[in-house]
């Protein structure tokens, strides 16, 4: 496989996002108001229900993220419509999202949420698992390694760094007012985006 | 005149702030709320940001104020959308509605009703 098939992406984002939907919402629960879960089900059904029948990925990534940014509530739905907006505009109209192409799109929409949300790495947010992330994906397609193990790569690399963020202390959102009660938490932003590129892994993977 | 709005994650906080900076403003500041998810509950409503923004825009833009976390995000994003006509203060929500209200009545273009709303952050309430 040489190129990702993006709307089957978001749509199996939906998907891992709605089967652990509960799960984020407990995460949320402990340290945040308790919504992200709940929140993110509805966001991303509505993503995966606005993406075009046909045309170039970066528009159908741009229309995921105009409808998350319209119908997730919450942080988080500005933050993750941000990045599937910056992502698709870094596809332009390519007629395919080529590994050297997402990894473009990664790192732009990394740039949005850091540009939007003011986080930096450390803070404990979605920041932990996407910026490492688009390292391991980067450095894997420089090394040569085909979409698929790249997203592999990806994927393991967010969820290292979203289960990095248990002894970190908040510094953005709602948790950071707990100061020292948020360290021993996961980051229910981070078990998120872990699960959004799961599912870019699940994808890359599949024949097509 | 300039417009502005109030986006709070509770309909009644931005309602009742917007009424205060109205009043305090002279009663003659244009000032819309947009409080609270769709439903009514707490939250933030993209399309309601953008309704009060229309409304309060008499086409010289519109100050945006918001309380916390999403309501900061998704009046970022309105901002960065319409660069130039609306503009977000990073201002303390009551105090810089009053300043912003006061300034706008008072004819102040853009960049000053949002430089008052954000200098309201350096005002004390005691000594």
């Known amino acids: ?208 | 005149m300039i417009g502005i709005v109030l986006v709070s994650h509770s309909r009644a906080l931005a309602e009742g702030a917007a009424e205060l900076a109205r009043t305090l403003g002279g009663g003659r500041a244009v000032v819309h709320a947009a409080g609270g998810d769709a439903d009514g509950g707490l939250g933030t409503s993209p399309e309601l940001v953008e309704a009060a923004i229309a409304a309060a825009d008499d086409g010289d833009g519109v100050v945006l104020l918001a309380d916390l976390g999403s309501s900061v995000l998704t009046c970022k994003l309105a901002a960065e959308d319409a660069a130039g006509r609306v503009a977000l203060a990073d201002a303390p929500f009551v105090e810089g509605a009053v300043a912003a209200a006061s300034l706008a009545a008072a004819g102040a273009d853009l960049a000053a009703v949002r430089a008052a709303a954000e200098d309201a952050r350096n005002h004390r309430k005691i000594s």
């Open chain 1, 1 to 208: 496989m040489t190129a990702l098939d993006v709307p089957a992406w978001i749509a199996r984002a939906a998907e891992r996002i709605a089967a652990d939907a509960d799960r984020l919402t407990r995460l949320d629960a402990a340290i945040g108001d308790g919504d992200h879960g709940h929140n993110l089900r509805r966001g991303f059904a509505a993503a995966a229900a606005a993406l075009p029948g046909d045309g170039p990925p970066g528009r159908a990534l741009i229309a995921a993220g105009r409808a998350l940014v319209a119908q997730t509530g919450g942080a988080s739905g500005p933050l993750y419509g941000t990045a599937l907006r910056r992502a698709g505009k870094a596809l332009g109209d390519a007629p395919e999202a080529d590994a050297a192409g997402l990894a473009a799109a990664l790192r732009a929409a990394l740039d949005g949420v850091r540009e939007l949300g003011g986080a930096a790495e450390g803070d404990k947010t979605m920041v932990d698992a996407l910026a490492p992330a688009v390292a391991a994906y980067t450095e894997a397609v420089e090394n040569g390694a085909t979409l698929a193990a790249a997203a592999t790569a990806a994927a393991s690399a967010a969820e290292r760094g979203a289960e990095a963020t248990v002894p970190l202390r908040a510094r953005k959102g709602r948790a950071s007012y707990l100061g020292d009660r948020s360290v021993g938490h996961p980051d229910p932003g981070a078990a998120s985006t872990a699960l959004l590129l799961r599912a870019l892994a699940d994808t890359a993977g599949e024949e097509p």
